[in-house]
């Protein structure tokens, strides 16, 4: 009998869940987040493996959600410097790359970046001849100053032949330079790709660290796992697989929580509001999947377009600050983060914070202390932080009607049971590590997302060769050929096209292939 064991790495706390080969939750914890992460994951695992009571060798797979990719690129630190080759000579040289970065994060970046000939039309015809020779000599001259390489190519999606040349050449030649292509990592617009393909070559390094750290955390506790990353679509991937695409991990930790939260509940189509210590995502479940955004989402100031689950992020937790009075009042964004259990009012400490207020009004009963703060500051502050997350609710709806409402993270239990805008609000039992729950819940997913010129071709042919693809990518990441199902199709007629043009969208899931080896596993 095989359990699993997932572990969400959050702003204030890292929890840990052992759940059952029937899904039941057998133990879990929940561990304030150390300065360096790793003693947080590895004292969350040790103790929830030592709360579980299990023999250690009968949990056979380990997932980790985590925010060090996300963390790397909004704090600027710890990252790749990374040379960038654009394929696209002469149609692409009225906008340099990178031309829309924070200076600061392209300082952290980019070494130097070359334009070459070569690219393809939307339907796969050469615009010109790619230039391997100036690839060769642009790569010979910094490959000594950069630790990581980024290929984009103009409609790459549609026809990687060029960005694949550039990595066998690569290869052949500098075979421990990590190489990013763009058709791995976004879709269709040439800026927002690239943007993302030099996020990702930038944290290749963070990534392995967190990898290794992982590793670590797991074989001190004694296990012989399996080990995987969540991504931010809800699915996993092996530790290998990640070490070539880390930027999907972005925003793994709110995905983690929807699908943990329609796990608990039962419910496949809500909004979830998961309340942290820190701040408060609100997304959408559909199908019992985490609503992807439609927009180019940015990610540490830098427009991209790889898929990210559609959120709103609120500064409001558990540990924020509140301060002002009366209708000055505010909560957040400013948090006490992990320190809530020692400097928060309801702890013995001095902060007046969301908890306390919450405590005061009678909404909750967290902590061991009299939060001592006047009933009028705390009312008022406690209404602005429950209309700060029905506004959010309202922004996140697509109709004015009533939504079931599934609310998860140690926060939640710091709202009221009813809110403006729904129609039930759901707490499930475990709700407080839905996170770490969703994690050990995920599946494997692979997709396609490409344009095709329909003009010549039978539809069901092209759908099924979209299916082909996404089902190779999803076998690629770990999943078993045998139970994988489609989840989304999507065609989007381009007008402004020829050739009847389309661009078609497909996912598969599936679960976990038996015998899947991570990478040092």
């Known amino acids: 009998?095989?359990?699993?064991?997932?572990?969400?790495?959050?702003?204030?706390?890292?929890?840990?869940?052992?759940?059952?080969?029937?899904?039941?939750?057998?133990?879990?914890?929940?561990?304030?987040?150390?300065?360096?992460?790793?003693?947080?994951?590895?004292?969350?695992?040790?103790d929830v493996v030592a709360a579980s009571g299990l023999d250690a060798s009968v949990i056979r797979h380990a997932m980790?959600?985590?925010?060090?990719?996300?963390?790397?690129?909004?704090?600027?630190?710890?990252?790749?410097?990374?040379?960038?080759?654009?394929?696209?000579?002469?149609?692409?040289l009225a906008i340099p790359p990178l031309t829309s970065w924070p200076v600061d994060l392209r300082r952290a970046v980019e070494h130097a970046s070359v334009v070459v000939r070569g690219g393809f039309e939307f339907d796969g015809r050469p615009i010109a001849p790619l230039d391997l020779v100036a690839v060769a000599d642009f790569v010979d001259r910094v490959r000594g100053e950069i630790s990581a390489l980024a290929v984009s190519s103009v409609f790459s999606p549609v026809n990687a032949e060029h960005e694949l040349a550039v990595r066998d050449l690569v290869a052949r030649h500098w075979p421990d330079l990590p190489v990013s292509l763009s058709h791995e990592i976004g879709s269709?617009?040439?800026?927002?790709?690239?943007?993302?393909?030099?996020?990702?070559?930038?944290?290749?390094?963070?990534?392995?660290?967190?990898?290794?750290?992982?590793?670590?955390?797991?074989?001190?506790?004694?296990?012989?796992?399996?080990?995987?990353?969540?991504?931010?679509?809800?699915?996993?991937?092996?530790?290998d697989y990640a070490m070539h695409y880390p930027i999907l991990t972005v925003a793994c930790g709110p995905t983690n929580s929807m699908r943990g939260a329609t796990y608990l509940s039962g419910v496949t189509e809500a909004v979830v509001v998961d309340v942290g210590g820190t701040s408060t995502d609100i997304g959408v479940i559909r199908n019992g999947f985490p609503r992807e955004s439609a927009m180019a989402v940015e990610v540490g100031g830098v427009?991209?377009?790889?898929?990210?689950?559609?959120?709103?992020?609120?500064?409001?937790?558990g540990g924020s600050l509140v301060t002002g009075e009366g209708e000055a009042v505010h909560v957040g964004p400013q948090s006490l983060g992990y320190r809530l259990v020692s400097e928060g009012r309801s702890f013995g400490g001095p902060v007046l914070t969301f908890?306390?207020?919450?405590?005061?009004?009678?909404?909750?009963?967290?902590?061991?202390?009299d939060p001592d703060v006047a009933l009028d500051l705390a009312r008022a502050a406690y209404r602005r932080a429950v209309a700060m997350v029905e506004e959010g609710v309202d922004r996140i709806k697509t109709s004015a009607h009533e939504v079931p409402l599934v609310a998860v993270g140690g926060?939640?239990?710091?709202?009221?049971?009813?809110?403006?805008?729904?129609?039930?609000?759901?707490?499930?039992?475990?709700?407080?590590?839905?996170?770490?729950i969703g994690a050990a819940i995920a599946q494997v997913s692979g997709r396609t997302d490409r344009v095709y010129a329909l003009e010549g071709r039978r539809r069901e042919d092209v759908l099924a060769e979209a299916q082909s693809l996404a089902e190779a990518d999803a076998v690629r990441a770990g999943a078993d050929p045998r139970r994988l199902e489609v989840v989304q199709?999507?065609?989007?007629?381009?007008?402004?096209?020829?050739?009847?043009?389309?661009?078609?969208?497909?996912?598969?899931?599936?679960?976990?292939?038996s015998g899947v080896v991570a990478a040092g596993g």
């Open 1 to 46: 009998m095989t359990y699993r064991l997932g572990i969400d790495v959050g702003g204030t706390n890292t929890d840990a869940v052992i759940l059952s080969p029937d899904g039941r939750v057998v133990a879990k914890v929940k561990r304030p987040v150390t300065e360096d992460v790793v003693t947080s994951i590895r004292t969350a695992v040790m």
């Open 64 to 92: 980790l959600g985590t925010t060090q990719v996300t963390n790397a690129i909004i704090e600027r630190r710890r990252l790749n410097r990374v040379g960038l080759v654009r394929i696209g000579a002469p149609a692409t």
């Open 188 to 239: 269709i617009g040439l800026l927002e790709r690239e943007n993302a393909t030099m996020l990702n070559a930038a944290v290749h390094d963070v990534a392995l660290r967190a990898a290794g750290a992982f590793r670590d955390a797991v074989a001190q506790a004694g296990l012989q796992a399996e080990l995987f990353l969540t991504q931010n679509d809800g699915t996993l991937m092996t530790l």
């Open 303 to 317: 427009r991209t377009n790889f898929r990210m689950p559609d959120l709103i992020s609120l500064g409001l937790g």
């Open 355 to 369: 908890t306390d207020v919450a405590n005061a009004v009678g909404a909750a009963r967290i902590g061991h202390r």
């Open 411 to 436: 926060g939640s239990a710091l709202l009221p049971d009813r809110l403006a805008g729904v129609s039930e609000v759901v707490r499930p039992d475990h709700y407080d590590v839905a996170n770490a």
């Open 489 to 513: 199709v999507e065609e989007i007629p381009l007008a402004y096209m020829p050739g009847n043009a389309t661009r078609v969208r497909v996912v598969v899931v599936g679960p976990l292939a």
